[in-house]
């Protein structure tokens, strides 16, 4: 199957696109303009693989979850553990990424939007490591529920911004970062933290989270001498689903499941299923499925995990949602917590609550899959973030 | 002649800029919007620039941010802004130009859109977040029925870029006169007035000046070397601060009274 998107102006089939402001068209063709000049150049790739190598702790292990396997009972469970990376998630792999092309780019500040908290850490941690000013946009409601992380950043050396506006979440933190990037657009690299965004960054933050399914490709081959039957990964944005499936997008045989948050239940109306209850529509820069009312306006999203909070998807996903080279599916809050426990309990991983809902679904499917079959999860990241929802959910008090 | 140009060549011919006020449709609400558009022509609009609310204005600060969820709270959807504009258009002939985001366009159907504006009476669209790059995909519904799209440029665009796209402008062009969000920052005439004074040189149409102008002063300074001056944040505080008292149209008309003695030459 040939697979070459995005095109030449950032489209993936219908979705994608550059939709912003006039102000911002220059610095984004200068963005892409970079971006091009370093994707080629081997210089660039060493530097990134060596911060990779020797600061993140890659390559990251795929782990037999054995126990889990047993248990049940079906296909058996490789993890891809993301949660050992330094800052604890993959958001790491492309913020490393992204601030080295800052660099190159002569930039001394960097932004970026945050919603559980991983990618404003994962940015203030990489502009600490190069002494640049870094600018963290947070909702307010996220900054109550992730409390640890805020202190994490502040520790770190960033500013965090309260964003109150709309949601007080992801959505909007987006909403604040990107006009602040519109007045300070030529000295301030935007760091985005998921494959969303206008064209280049899809593609940017797609290609620097690819590491991890090359990766896992080169170590369940290694492992089983054979692909995996399905890989699945957790969607807020879609870039820890995107860096496992893209290297995985040419074999045909290998399935490819994201797993949105249903939140209170589809049926609600309180969750995050951008593709499998939105619509195309254009939010933050790219054509993309939304959540949105019948007049183009965008609705709240609902999900316990923070990350997965926002009523869009990576461009991406929407394309190979309708060329049906990826399947989506929605896991509910309850779901998510128990599969936190579960994975707790028999394997001694606290997963993130984000990463929860990946492996909830591989709860619902591996028993009825047959023991040689093989599912490849991504296990986007640990969740002592989550603690303390995890308490108010189970109503302990800490 | 469309209306648009209409009134450009009459200003023209006067030696003014045209003054355009901005204000968000259905902020207080679509009954008031209509009252204040009346106001604004009387008291000396030349053309008014008619915000359809969205609910991620991503090019707004936050007073215009605000307008949009007053008007949203009212209930205001494109097809209520379509018809304040058609109830408008019985009784004026103000040039009415919708200035919004992409997506309640694009949800609607552009192609719906674009015929159901032009019989209501609109005289341009301005979609902040659809730059040339994207445009194609609803120009040959907007040409087919010959509603201008107006083209912002921005003091980060580049000469070369400058020149195509003024080359190709329709209607007027919207040159953004600071790199920030609406309403955060004050213009600074002098700062702009090369690049408004050589952007006329590239065009074919009227350049207009928007963004950070609130005072009369500003509204003076800056006629001095462009064709039209917009204001709307300075219009939609007042809105904001006064839109349920009486007084709110004796305020409006007071404060665009000012503004438009500052076009004059
Ligand atoms: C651990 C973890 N997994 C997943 C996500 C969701 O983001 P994405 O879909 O871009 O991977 C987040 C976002 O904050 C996260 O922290």
Sequence with gaps: MSYEYPDARGHFGQYGGRYVAETLMPALLELEQAYVEVRNDPEFQKEVDYYLNHYVGRPSPLYFAERLTAELGGAKVYLKREDLNHTGAHKVNNTVGQILLARRMGKKKVIAETGAGQHGVATATVAALFGMECEIFMGTEDIRRQSLNVFRMKLLGAKVTGVTSGTATLKDAMNDALRHWVAHVRDTFYVIGTVAGPHPYPMMVRDFQAVIGIEAKEQILAAEGCLPDVAVACIGGGSNAIGLFYPFIGDSQVGLLGVEAAGLGIETGKHAASLGAGSPGVLHGNKTSLLQDADGQIQHAHSISAGLDYPGVGPEHAHLHDIKRACYVAVTDDEALAAFRKLTEIEGIIPALETAHAIAQVIKMAPSMSPDQIILVCLSGRGDKDINTVAQAMKVEL | ?265
């Design chain 2, 1 to 265: 002649m469309s209306r648009l140009q209409h009134t450009f060549a009459e200003l023209n011919k006067r030696g003014e800029a045209a003054l355009i006020p901005f204000i968000t449709a259905g902020d207080p609400s679509p009954q008031r919007t209509l009252d204040l558009i009346r106001t604004l022509a009387a008291a000396g609009a030349d053309v008014i620039e008619l915000g359809v609310p969205f609910s991620d204005p991503m090019a707004d600060g936050p007073t215009i941010q605000a307008a949009s969820e007053r008007a949203l709270a009212a209930g205001t959807t494109l097809k209520t802004v379509l018809d304040i504009v058609a109830q408008a258009r019985r009784e004026l002939q103000i040039p009415l130009v919708l200035m919004g985001y992409y997506n309640p366009v694009f949800r609607y159907g552009v192609e719906c859109f674009a015929r159901d504006a032009m019989a209501a009476g609109v005289d341009g669209l301005l979609l902040v977040d659809l730059p040339p790059e994207e445009m194609a995909e609803i120009k040959p519904m907007t040409d087919a029925v010959g509603l201008p799209l107006i083209t912002l440029l921005a003091p980060t665009t580049p000469l070369e870029r400058a020149k195509r796209l003024a080359a190709a402008a329709e209607g007027y062009i919207y040159y953004v006169s600071m790199t920030g969000v609406t309403g955060t920052q004050a213009v600074s005439p002098a700062a702009i007035r090369d690049a408004v004074v050589q952007l006329k040189t590239l065009a074919q149409v009227p350049v207009a000046v928007g963004f950070g102008i609130t005072t009369a002063a500003d509204v003076q300074a800056v006629a001095e070397f462009a064709d039209a001056v917009v204001v709307g944040s300075a219009l939609v505080r007042i809105i904001g601060e006064h839109g349920s008292d009486e007084g709110l149209l004796d305020k409006v008309a007071a404060f665009t009274g000012s503004l438009k003695q500052g076009c004059k030459k």
